[in-house]
């Protein structure tokens, strides 16, 4: 239950996060920050999917929507994108 709050969180907080860029810098996303953003949105789908308990059959996809993976892939893509 803890981690998929935690989940939760770190999904709301990447989403203000791409949708917040140019309204907290005052500039368009370039092409680095949209890549970053296109990162980000893996990391929140693999959030989303855990967060819903979607469990997939494939042992890669089962692995890309575990916690582990998706949790670094948002922290670092915020990370990323608030130091750009």
């Known amino acids: 239950m803890i981690t998929r709050i ?19 810098t005052g500039r368009d996303m370039a092409l680095p920050e949209k890549f970053n953003a296109a990162v980000i949105v893996l990391g ?18 089962r692995a890309f929507a575990s916690p582990v993976v998706a949790w670094p892939v948002m922290i670092a893509g915020i ?4 130091t750009s």
């Open 44 to 61: 929140v789908l693999a959030g989303l999917f855990h967060l819903f308990g979607v469990v997939p059959q494939g042992r890669h996809m």
């Open 6 to 24: 935690i989940s939760a969180a770190l999904v709301l907080c990447s989403i203000l996060f791409v949708f917040g860029f140019s309204i907290l």
């Open 79 to 82: 990370a990323t994108l608030i």
